[in-house]
């Protein structure tokens, strides 16, 4: 007996070691795997030596495709056609970047249950009933219904899965190994999904839920007041004045019912300042070489591996060099031997919520336009990993998906949606971007340009611009819908289709000024037009004051050259300091201040503006405007079971400057009448305290970099793989707008002319492995504000640039 139950003790030990080392619990991986020497991560660190030529026959080629990888990775490839040009992408793309473009198109689709478990549920619901896999089957529908965007998405596809089908279990990314999956064949749609990703991004943000209960608690004339349609400080994007060649279409009427409230307390979180990005291109006579120079820095969350992909892409028709999206093919940002290209985001209002009248708790039937109309239902299969699948029903009406049929507990991204609304947004229209940046990839003037962006749906972006002819020029570009004045300010009335979207603004009516008299064109996310636009894009943009800053320093700006334009994209002076300052100063009682505030009002008085890594005075003056504008509008604004938004920072400048006495300096919520002197005092007070309590005596640790701690994580969070804090300067509210993990995802500058020179970096590298040398290896450069030389190679011969490994593709 005691054989037997030694001999099961023997057998059944092993088994549970080995189904222990090898099953993945919590965030822990599956250890045997993991430092298994043959398969686990071990195999992923990379020698600092790179093989000089190699040669590899793949059957998805039709002709030769040679590659050349420069000192830092970026892969040149010279391509005899179109397909080979992006099947060659997809390869090596998918060598470099696998995991990320795996994870961010799982992401997108809702399926990142899959790979972590129960865990991820409710925002792998939120990702579908947002329709971001519906929005992805339209988008494709239209990138398949036109023969060279298909034919780009199919061979670039193909490229990606020829490497992954290349790849052994020991040559899978670490982060495979780490959260225990393996990739799956590449498709299609899951090119269009990334796509989708980006625009909800950029255009998913919406602050009409606040609106709608601001308006039902104070009612539509202290929404005119604080909430103005058009802001008290602004320089547009297209300049002042800029007369409009065309005759408008007619928008439509207001319905009589629009300022009646709608009823039901709306729960939701309103957009966060942080997703903007800035470009300008400056026009000959205003650079020392005569012709144009652009710029680009649009600003993302940053993460590692980074955002975007460097390449350069050579085919009969095409020279292209910058960064494309790891995922999709073609370049996004970037340029070629007569144009150069950039983007920052529109911030138009594409996406509204409709209250839907459904007839019973079937949700089967709603009311519209005077009967009752049938839902359609969408069932979403949820996959979880160690455990059963579940299904997701999805009510869809003509405005498109009800997101929320009652709360979902414990998840903030739900907190923005309000309960039994339609969601209709421009990313659920069939599209196929693609086209465009096929065109531009090609593109050889001004004409080229705006025909490309006549293929552009959404997220919308002011396309900048800059040619070799010396012509420049920006778009506010994307589809519009045609819509009445604040039509999606508040939520709307799903029962009756005057409320509808009513068709779109012309694509050649879009925002658009070539050539200006000032001799730049730029945009930083502020309001694209002054007010004399015939139609309404939206009715609130980002704050100016990063775009005043940059108009301010091109119009004095002459014989300009790459250099004047690298230093710009760092600049770090305040405009929002530049305004209040002076009077908040002014109101401080010196002589109720303790040691440390008189040292920080020391500090502060002095101040050039600048926020500058190793400032004191700009974390002082961070945290007490901050901290004023809470006090302001706080008391009235944060009501329990009523969540509503601030007004703007420009309203909050403008009642500073111009309204001191305005009812709502007073706190309601004490039997004391405030003044603006109190509330800039207790401002001041509290965050002086407030930075001594967290870095200690006022000192090196209070400087800016210490307090901003600008940092880039890695894109799962995992620990270890992001990177060390960066002693930045910079913040939001500046050119160079960096906060703790979000801004300038990539820093672009071109000088155009018979040969255009590229500069170039984005924080990071060009490997998403974190055990290769060029995972992080631009991140200093980056942080510094310096950039890179660009090699734009003429030939897979060209010696102009430093390679350092060959890569041949053969048929054959």
Same mark, same amino acid.
């Given at each position: 007996?005691?054989?037997?139950?030694?001999?099961?003790?023997?057998?059944?030990?092993?088994?549970?070691?080995?189904?222990?080392?090898?099953?993945?619990?919590?965030?822990?991986?599956?250890?045997?795997?993991?430092?298994?020497?043959?398969?686990?991560?071990?195999?992923?660190?990379?020698?600092?030596?790179?093989?000089?030529?190699?040669?590899?026959?793949?059957?998805?080629?039709?002709?030769?495709?040679?590659?050349?990888?420069?000192?830092?990775?970026?892969?040149?490839?010279?391509?005899?056609?179109?397909?080979?040009?992006?099947?060659?992408?997809?390869?090596?793309?998918?060598?470099?970047?696998?995991?990320?473009?795996?994870?961010?198109?799982?992401?997108?689709?809702?399926?990142?249950?899959?790979?972590?478990?129960?865990?991820?549920?409710?925002? =792998?619901?939120?990702?579908?009933?947002?329709?971001?896999?519906?929005?992805?089957?339209?988008?494709?529908?239209?990138?398949?219904?036109?023969?060279?965007?298909?034919?780009?998405?199919?061979?670039?596809?193909?490229?990606?899965?020829?490497?992954?089908?290349?790849?052994?279990?020991?040559?899978?990314?670490?982060?495979? +190994?780490?959260?225990?999956?393996?990739?799956?064949?590449?498709?299609?749609?899951?090119?269009?999904?990334?796509?989708?990703?980006?625009?909800?991004?950029?255009?998913? #943000?919406?602050?009409?839920? $606040?609106?709608?209960?601001?308006?039902?608690?104070?009612?539509?004339?202290?929404?005119?007041?604080?909430?103005?349609?058009?802001?008290?400080?602004?320089?547009?994007?297209?300049?002042?004045?800029?007369?409009?060649?065309?005759?408008? !279409?007619?928008?439509?009427?207001?319905?009589?019912?629009?300022?009646?409230?709608?009823?039901?307390?709306? +729960?939701?979180?309103?957009?966060?300042?942080?997703?903007?990005?800035?470009?300008?291109?400056?026009?000959?006579?205003?650079?020392?070489?005569?012709?144009?120079?652009?710029?680009?820095?649009?600003?993302?969350?940053?993460?590692?591996?980074?955002?975007?992909?460097?390449?350069?892409?050579?085919?009969?028709?095409?020279?292209?060099?910058?960064?494309?999206?790891?995922?999709?093919?073609?370049?996004?940002?970037?340029?070629?031997?007569?144009?150069?290209?950039?983007?920052?985001?529109?911030?138009?209002?594409?996406?509204?919520?409709?209250?839907?009248?459904?007839?019973?708790?079937?949700?089967?039937?709603?009311?519209?336009?005077?009967?009752?109309?049938?839902?359609?239902?969408?069932?979403?299969?949820? !996959?979880?990993?160690?455990?059963?699948?579940?299904?997701?029903?999805?009510?869809?009406?003509?405005? #498109?998906?009800?997101?929320?049929?009652?709360?979902?507990?414990?998840?903030?991204?739900?907190?923005? %949606?309000?309960?039994?609304?339609?969601?209709?947004?421009?990313?659920?229209?069939?599209?196929?971007?693609?086209?465009?940046?096929?065109?531009?990839?090609?593109?050889?003037?001004?004409?080229?340009?705006?025909?490309?962006?006549?293929?552009?749906?959404?997220?919308?972006?002011?396309?900048?611009?800059?040619?070799?002819?010396?012509?420049?020029?920006?778009?506010?570009?994307?589809?519009?819908?045609?819509?009445?004045?604040?039509?999606?300010?508040?939520?709307?009335?799903?029962?009756?289709?005057?409320?509808?979207?009513?068709?779109?603004?012309?694509?050649?009516?879009?925002?658009?000024?070539?050539?200006?008299?000032?001799?730049?064109?730029?945009?930083?996310?502020?309001?694209?037009?002054?007010?004399?636009?015939?139609?309404?894009?939206?009715?609130?943009?980002?704050?100016?004051?990063?775009?005043?800053?940059?108009? =301010?320093?091109?119009?004095?700006?002459?014989?300009?050259?790459?250099?004047?334009?690298?230093?710009?994209?760092?600049?770090?002076?305040?405009?929002?300091?530049?305004?209040?300052?002076?009077?908040?100063?002014?109101?401080?009682?010196?002589?109720?201040?303790?040691?440390?505030?008189?040292?920080?009002?020391?500090?502060?008085?002095?101040?050039?503006?600048? $926020?500058?890594?190793?400032?004191?005075?700009?974390?002082?003056?961070?945290?007490?405007?901050?901290?004023?504008?809470?006090?302001?509008?706080?008391?009235?604004?944060?009501?329990?079971?009523?969540?509503?938004?601030?007004?703007?920072?420009?309203?909050?400048?403008?009642?500073?400057?111009?309204?001191?006495?305005?009812?709502?300096?007073?706190?309601?919520?004490?039997?004391?009448?405030?003044?603006?002197?109190?509330?800039?005092?207790?401002?001041?007070?509290?965050?002086?305290?407030?930075?001594?309590?967290?870095?200690?005596?006022?000192?090196?640790?209070?400087?800016?970099?210490?307090?901003?701690?600008?940092?880039?994580?890695?894109?799962?969070? %995992?620990?270890?793989?992001?990177?060390?804090?960066?002693?930045?300067?910079?913040?939001?509210?500046?050119?160079?707008?960096?906060?703790?993990?979000?801004?300038?995802?990539?820093?672009?500058?071109?000088?155009?002319? *018979?040969?255009?020179?590229?500069?170039? !970096?984005?924080?990071?590298?060009?490997?998403?492995?974190?055990?290769?040398?060029?995972?992080?290896?631009?991140?200093?450069?980056?942080?510094?504000?310096?950039?890179?030389?660009?090699?734009?190679?003429?030939?897979?011969?060209?010696?102009?640039? *430093?390679?350092?490994?060959?890569?041949?593709?053969?048929?054959?």
């Amino acid at each position: 007996m005691k054989n037997r139950v030694r001999a099961s003790i023997c057998i059944i030990i092993p088994l549970l070691l080995t189904y222990t080392f090898n099953t993945k619990f919590g965030n822990v991986p599956p250890v045997l795997k993991f430092l298994n020497p043959f398969t686990g991560f071990w195999q992923n660190a990379e020698s600092t030596t790179v093989k000089a030529n190699r040669k590899i026959i793949l059957k998805g080629a039709h002709q030769n495709v040679d590659i050349a990888f420069d000192d830092r990775m970026i892969p040149h490839i010279f391509a005899k056609n179109d397909h080979d040009i992006y099947y060659a992408q997809g390869y090596v793309t998918a060598m470099h970047r696998l995991w990320q473009m795996d994870f961010q198109t799982r992401f997108a689709a809702g399926r990142i249950s899959e790979v972590v478990g129960k865990k991820a549920i409710e925002l =792998d619901k939120y990702q579908r009933r947002m329709g971001m896999v519906f929005g992805a089957e339209r988008s494709l529908e239209g990138m398949m219904s036109d023969p060279k965007s298909k034919e780009m998405i199919l061979a670039y596809t193909a490229g990606i899965n020829a490497y992954i089908h290349s790849l052994s279990k020991a040559q899978l990314p670490i982060e495979y +190994k780490i959260l225990d999956f393996k990739p799956e064949d590449w498709s299609p749609l899951k090119c269009a999904l990334l796509l989708k990703q980006m625009s909800a991004v950029l255009a998913m #943000g919406s602050d009409e839920f $606040y609106m709608t209960n601001i308006r039902n608690k104070f009612g539509t004339d202290v929404v005119k007041d604080l909430f103005p349609d058009y802001p008290f400080k602004e320089d547009p994007i297209i300049p002042v004045g800029t007369k409009w060649s065309f005759d408008p !279409v007619p928008t439509p009427q207001v319905p009589a019912s629009f300022n009646e409230a709608v009823t039901g307390t709306i +729960k939701t979180k309103q957009k966060v300042e942080g997703i903007g990005s800035n470009n300008w291109a400056l026009s000959g006579s205003k650079t020392a070489s005569g012709l144009p120079i652009l710029a680009n820095d649009p600003h993302l969350d940053l993460s590692l591996p980074s955002i975007w992909y460097q390449i350069q892409l050579h085919a009969p028709g095409l020279n292209a060099y910058g960064v494309s999206l790891p995922g999709a093919p073609g370049i996004i940002i970037g340029f070629n031997k007569n144009i150069a290209w950039g983007v920052t985001n529109v911030a138009a209002d594409v996406l509204d919520f409709y209250q839907i009248k459904f007839k019973d708790n079937t949700h089967k039937s709603y009311w519209y336009n005077n009967q009752w109309k049938n839902t359609s239902i969408r069932l979403e299969t949820i !996959v979880i990993k160690n455990d059963k699948n579940i299904i997701d029903t999805v009510f869809y009406t003509h405005h #498109g998906p009800v997101v929320y049929l009652q709360e979902a507990k414990d998840f903030s991204k739900a907190k923005n %949606i309000p309960i039994g609304n339609a969601l209709r947004w421009i990313a659920h229209e069939r599209s196929n971007e693609l086209k465009t940046f096929y065109l531009l990839n090609r593109g050889k003037n001004y004409n080229d340009y705006r025909n490309a962006l006549t293929y552009y749906t959404a997220p919308a972006q002011n396309f900048v611009f800059a040619s070799a002819e010396n012509d420049i020029a920006i778009t506010a570009n994307g589809k519009f819908p045609l819509k009445w004045k604040d039509q999606g300010k508040f939520i709307l009335d799903g029962t009756d289709p005057k409320y509808d979207w009513q068709g779109w603004i012309p694509t050649s009516q879009n925002p658009t000024v070539k050539n200006p008299a000032r001799g730049f064109v730029s945009s930083a996310n502020q309001s694209s037009t002054d007010k004399t636009y015939p139609y309404y894009i939206n009715w609130e943009f980002s704050p100016y004051e990063r775009g005043k800053r940059i108009n =301010d320093k091109l119009t004095a700006m002459n014989k300009a050259t790459a250099d004047s334009m690298i230093n710009m994209q760092t600049d770090s002076y305040s405009i929002h300091a530049q305004n209040i300052l002076p009077s908040i100063l002014s109101m401080v009682d010196k002589s109720k201040l303790n040691a440390t505030q008189k040292e920080a009002l020391r500090f502060v008085s002095t101040w050039n503006k600048y $926020y500058e890594a190793n400032s004191i005075s700009a974390s002082i003056f961070d945290f007490w405007t901050k901290r004023l504008q809470f006090d302001v509008w706080d008391d009235e604004f944060n009501v329990a079971n009523i969540p509503m938004r601030y007004p703007s920072r420009d309203r909050t400048v403008q009642l500073i400057l111009n309204e001191p006495n305005s009812k709502w300096i007073d706190n309601v919520n004490t039997p004391k009448k405030e003044t603006l002197s109190d509330l800039v005092n207790e401002a001041f007070k509290y965050s002086c305290d407030s930075l001594e309590r967290k870095y200690g005596p006022i000192g090196k640790s209070w400087e800016w970099a210490n307090v901003k701690h600008t940092n880039i994580p890695h894109l799962a969070k %995992i620990p270890g793989f992001g990177s060390k804090v960066l002693l930045t300067g910079g913040g939001k509210m500046t050119i160079n707008a960096l906060n703790e993990g979000n801004g300038p995802s990539w820093r672009m500058v071109v000088e155009l002319g *018979k040969m255009p020179k590229g500069h170039g !970096v984005y924080p990071g590298g060009q490997s998403g492995n974190p055990g290769s040398p060029f995972y992080d290896n631009m991140i200093d450069k980056w942080a510094s504000g310096k950039l890179y030389d660009l090699f734009f190679m003429q030939s897979a011969t060209d010696t102009t640039a *430093k390679i350092i490994s060959q890569l041949k593709i053969s048929k054959k």
